[in-house]
């Protein structure tokens, strides 16, 4: 038997009902043009994903009702089955997939795996469906299920394949982290073999506040094919599905009879449809990403995303003809064009003349537009205006900081004059020992390099320069010692252990929860572990107010990582 079968792998707003029902027709009608005989759609389609707090509005919970019923009666066009995600809403709220067709909801899923963990918190608003779903359609049996049930071991699709399941569809929105592709293509193919079932995964796709999803909408067979749709864009996956193919693998290897035969499923029927039109869907793969190209894919949607759904059309940041800058400048450009590109350029007299012609070389080189702002007046009068108060004190730190701070005030008050969007330049290593200012470089709306480490960052934008195919981000700053240049021959490495070594160290301790004393068995050095994870401890009060990152490791700052501010526990 063969279904065509559309995965509809579209970029939703949180909250934007309308926008996102104006997406799903949209998406029915590519469908229903090429014959498709299901579509298939992300988790939370109506709503988008994560609605968070929206989910505690009555308000918003009944609108999105009312729009599932608008789709729904838009299917009575065609004969198209449709699956997407929404809330579903009585007493209490559930993760939901609703089953349309013929211009009716034939049925509701109710998601029953509930992720609590990572940047999920499903559990603090949904409760938990207690029955899988069963579709006959025609000889075609199909399991319906969200996200997280199919990475649960024992999952709905246990139930589901026991009675007969062919064709297991799947909505998800899966937040993208660096190679965690090749965990799902594999965890699929794994599903799909041990069950003797195809599995359909739909993704989400486009960025949401600091998460971004990647798409990758894909078909597992149990013969180990699969087919993957584009990465970091919408997409329309249209395959022929031979589900004898499931079945002939049940009858060869018989799985299923070793499963747990007492189980407990809703069932409906949904007439099926099936296209005229010759087959002109092959199994397809796209080109796997080298691990770089796929981060500045992510970061990319993450700033375009950002600045369009939240109605921004150009940034603004500060050039320091330093590298972190530098990157985010050439991201930026590359994601919305270089003429909504805004650089600032805002030189003391601690600035060398190397970082202002890196600055201007930079800018030169990405075709954006500079300006040049001299803070060393404002610094004056500042220290003037403190003299009273600060009298009998030498200078110290505090007054590199009111440097930064001062830029910070500048970028600020060019965003409220001219309607630019900020973005912060700092990257993960400095946001986990605190070396940046708070109200000065931390300063913005948008931390892009908040969740890469500063040897990564080197890494990306060696990247760019292969991309661009010519020198965007200058040689220079590649090959200087970085620095603040908040006093004269500052270097980072003043304050900080080489980042070859506190990136490893930080990330030891970060996303794979090493403590000190595990660090150490690693082969590094005591005191500079010690000396590492007391910096990361001390500043959790600065990332308290970062702003917001594109998340693109599997724990970074933000809702990854929820330590308390006050905090005597220091073994770790």
């Known amino acids: 038997m063969i279904v065509r079968t559309a995965l509809a792998?579209?970029?939703?707003?949180?909250?934007?009902?309308?926008?996102?029902?104006?997406?799903?027709?949209?998406?029915?009608?590519?469908?229903?043009?090429?014959?498709?005989?299901?579509?298939?759609?992300?988790?939370?389609?109506?709503?988008?994903?994560?609605?968070?707090?929206?989910?505690?509005?009555?308000?918003f919970l009944r609108e999105n009702l009312a729009t599932l019923n608008e789709i729904a009666y838009y299917t009575a066009r065609s004969e198209i089955m449709v699956v997407?995600?929404?809330?579903?809403?009585?007493?209490?709220?559930?993760?939901?997939?609703?089953?349309?067709?013929?211009?009716?909801?034939?049925?509701?899923?109710?998601?029953?795996?509930?992720?609590?963990?990572?940047?999920?918190?499903?559990?603090?608003?949904?409760?938990?469906?207690?029955?899988?779903?069963?579709?006959?359609?025609?000889?075609?049996?199909?399991?319906?299920?969200?996200?997280?049930?199919?990475?649960?071991?024992?999952?709905?699709?246990?139930?589901?394949a026991i009675a007969g399941a062919n064709l297991i569809l799947n909505l998800s929105a899966s937040p993208f982290t660096a190679m965690k592709d090749r965990t799902r293509s594999s965890l699929f193919l794994t599903r799909a073999m041990e069950y003797s079932s195809t599995i359909v995964y739909c993704n989400l796709v486009g960025g949401q506040d600091d998460l971004v999803f990647d798409g990758r909408s894909c078909v597992a067979m149990p013969d180990g094919r699969i087919s993957v749709g584009k990465a970091f864009e919408e997409d329309l996956l249209v395959l022929d599905i031979d589900t004898d193919v499931s079945t002939r693998y049940n009858l060869f290897e018989g799985k299923r009879k070793d499963y747990s035969m007492q189980v407990s499923l809703e069932e409906v029927s949904v007439k099926p449809f099936y296209g005229q039109s010759p087959s002109v869907c092959p199994v397809m793969k796209n080109e796997e990403l080298d691990s770089r190209d796929e981060l500045i894919a992510a970061l990319e949607l993450g700033i375009r995303d950002y600045l369009k759904k939240n109605g921004f059309e150009k940034v603004v940041l500060g050039l320091s003809g330093g590298m972190d800058s530098s990157l985010v400048a050439a991201l930026a450009a590359r994601a919305i064009d270089r003429d909504n590109v805004k650089g600032v350029m805002m030189p003391s007299k601690i600035t060398s003349e190397e970082s202002k012609r890196d600055a201007l070389e930079l800018a030169e080189n990405l075709g954006i537009e500079i300006l040049d702002i001299d803070i060393d007046g404002i610094m004056r009068k500042v220290i003037k205006t403190l003299e009273p108060a600060f009298f009998g004190t030498s200078e110290d730190v505090t007054e590199e900081n009111l440097q930064a701070r001062i830029r910070g005030m500048i970028l600020m008050a060019l965003s409220n004059k001219f309607g630019w969007f900020v973005l912060t330049?700092?990257?993960?290593?400095?946001?986990?020992?605190?070396?940046?200012?708070?109200?000065?470089?931390?300063?913005?709306?948008?931390?892009?390099?908040?969740?890469?480490?500063?040897?990564?960052?080197?890494?990306?934008?060696?990247?760019?320069?292969?991309?661009?195919?010519?020198?965007?981000?200058?040689?220079?700053?590649?090959s200087k010692a970085p620095s603040a240049e908040l006093r004269e021959g500052q270097t980072d490495q003043d304050s900080l252990p080489p980042y070859e070594v506190l990136d490893q160290i930080l990330r030891l301790h970060i996303e794979e929860g090493l403590s000190a004393e595990e660090i150490v068995l690693e082969g590094f050095d005591e005191g500079t572990v010690e000396h590492s994870l007391r910096l990361l401890r001390r500043n959790e009060y600065k990332r308290k107010q970062c702003p917001p990152g594109i998340k693109v490791s599997k724990r970074a700052f933000g809702k990854d990582w929820r330590m308390p501010i006050t905090n005597h526990y220091r073994n770790t």
């Open 9 to 59: 792998q579209i970029n939703t707003t949180v909250g934007d009902l309308e926008g996102n029902k104006s997406k799903i027709i949209e998406a029915i009608d590519k469908a229903v043009a090429v014959d498709s005989g299901i579509v298939l759609f992300p988790e939370l389609t109506v709503t988008g994903y994560p609605p968070e707090d929206l989910l505690l509005n009555t308000g």
């Open 84 to 160: 997407l995600g929404f809330v579903d809403f009585s007493n209490e709220i559930y993760n939901a997939a609703a089953v349309l067709n013929a211009g009716e909801i034939k049925a509701v899923y109710r998601k029953m795996s509930l992720p609590n963990y990572s940047v999920f918190d499903e559990r603090r608003y949904f409760s938990p469906g207690k029955h899988p779903l069963l579709v006959r359609y025609g000889g075609t049996r199909i399991g319906i299920n969200i996200c997280e049930d199919l990475w649960v071991p024992s999952g709905p699709i246990n139930d589901q």
């Open 425 to 478: 330049t700092g990257n993960k290593s400095e946001m986990a020992t605190g070396y940046a200012t708070l109200y000065g470089d931390m300063a913005g709306g948008l931390a892009v390099l908040k969740d890469l480490y500063k040897t990564q960052v080197y890494k990306i934008a060696e990247r760019i320069n292969e991309l661009e195919r010519k020198i965007v981000i200058p040689s220079n700053v590649f």
